[in-house]
């Protein structure tokens, strides 16, 4: 995770972005690949197994990040205890799934950029226009095509490869990106995505991960620790059982207050004295 990585996936995307933003029809011809003109469907769409690979691919990604949230959890139930993994470790996975596969995708662009996915566009049987990366105002109205992600999960992995022990750093770099080609493939091969999708995805996965890994371990502003980590959460937990006890407690005075007086309860009942 440094400049000379950050600068080559720029400058790969850039190239991407403008090659395609010129020859549009270039991600229709990729899509095309997989396309079977005499059904008139995306054939992997039917085939089980790839919908199993699918699904798989998916639960791979959440299984690197699921450690982490469970040590979180443990944590805000038992302060007293140390984090299961390092705390800078927790954040910095936790935090960058959270971006890659929800805000800058499900949250944001596939949300408000309407262009549609391939199945849906007229070249391919549907009743959709085709529209190019960079134009947002295309038919489709939720859920839409850009960016991918599955494809931005995926290459989420890049995150817990950039964890990894200098020795294995680099072949778990290429483990994932080898892994989130080949779902990103998988989605374009169902006709949910076309390449600009995926690429998109995926530098968008890269910036995030490339930003908070600085953030966290290499710039040195940052006053990230393992230990501020640990502190942070356990001022949490106790906050969050001094609110509860206070709230039960006053719940309690509140349901049980003190008992009239037995003289005033008397006079009550039976009318004040001569």
């Given at each position: 995770m440094n400049r000379t990585g950050l600068f080559i996936a720029l400058a790969i995307w850039l190239v991407i972005a403008l090659v395609f933003g010129i020859f549009p029809e270039l991600d229709l011809k990729l899509a095309a690949l997989f396309y079977d003109s005499e059904t008139a469907s995306?054939?992997?769409r039917e085939n089980w197994l790839a919908r199993v690979a699918r699904d798989g691919a998916t639960s791979i990604a959440w299984a690197f990040v699921a450690p982490a949230i469970i040590a979180v959890i443990a944590k805000l139930i038992r302060p007293e205890r140390r984090l299961l993994v390092p705390g800078r470790a927790a954040v910095f996975l936790i935090v960058t799934m959270i971006l890659s596969a929800g805000v800058?995708?499900?949250f944001s662009f596939k949300a408000f950029w309407g262009r549609p996915r391939?199945?849906?566009?007229?070249?391919?049987g549907g009743t959709n226009h085709f529209v190019a990366w960079w134009n947002p105002r295309g038919?489709?109205?939720r859920n839409c095509s850009f960016f991918s992600g599955e494809g931005a999960t995926a290459f989420w992995t890049l995150a817990?490869?950039?964890?990894?022990?200098?020795?294995?750093?680099l072949p778990a770099y290429g483990a994932a990106i080898v892994f989130g080609s080949v779902?990103?493939?998988?989605?374009?091969?169902?006709g949910g995505h076309f390449f600009t999708d995926v690429a998109f995805a995926a530098l968008a996965s890269f910036i995030a991960i490339w930003l908070f890994h600085g953030v966290i371990y290499r710039w040195q502003c940052s006053?990230?620790?393992d230990e501020a980590v640990e502190?942070?959460?356990?001022?949490?937990?106790?906050?969050?059982?001094?609110?509860a006890a206070g709230t039960s407690a006053a719940a309690a005075n509140g349901m049980g207050g003190p008992a009239p007086d037995a003289g005033n309860a008397s006079e009550a009942a039976t009318g004040p004295g001569p």
């Open positions: 995306f054939p992997l800058l995708t499900n391939p199945v849906a566009v007229t070249e391919f038919d489709c109205p817990p490869a950039a964890l990894a022990p200098p020795q294995w750093r779902t990103s493939l998988m989605r374009m091969a169902f006053a990230f620790s502190r942070w959460l356990s001022a949490r937990s106790l906050a969050r059982r001094r609110k």
